[in-house]
């Protein structure tokens, strides 16, 4: 296994988060992954995790808890990094911090096309929820 330092975002990081989340597909028009990152920074920075091997950052996760559920956004492993235990490392962290934090439980979305990332989410012991997910945009970041 590599030798990952995660830590907390830095301002520095901006350019190689935005990236490597192009290169892992997660952008959309609609979210502006700049105002994204900053929404991030004035709530619970220090849950904004990336992931870095030697000078290079390899990963990210950003994490939340409202005090009713935790969260979990952006998790991005390099796809040259992918299938050597990054992915699961950014996600133990963050399940810790949550955990410190007293959150009981963690939600996280996955685009139903998405089948391999399915199943690595219920490697890790997550399952699907029956539940339907709502949205409704109240700002629009195109």
Not at 17 to 44: E, F, M, Y
Not at 103 to 117: D, E, M
């Amino acid at each position: 296994m590599l030798d990952i330092e995660i830590r907390a975002f830095e301002l520095s990081d901006e350019s190689a988060v935005i990236a490597l989340w192009r290169r892992c597909g997660l952008t959309r028009p609609w979210n502006d992954a700049k105002k994204d990152i900053a929404r991030k920074l004035s709530v619970q920075p220090h849950l904004f995790l990336v992931g870095v091997f030697g000078q290079e950052l390899v990963a990210t996760i950003m994490a939340g808890y409202e005090g009713h559920r935790g969260w979990i956004n952006y998790l991005a492993v390099a796809p040259e990094y992918q299938r050597q235990g990054i992915g699961r490392l950014m996600m133990l962290k963050a399940e810790r911090l949550l955990r410190e934090a007293g959150c009981p439980k963690i939600n996280l979305l996955v685009r139903t096309t998405n089948s391999g990332v399915i199943k690595f989410y219920q490697h890790l012991g997550y399952a699907v929820d029956d539940v339907v997910s709502l949205g409704k945009r109240l700002e629009n970041d195109e």
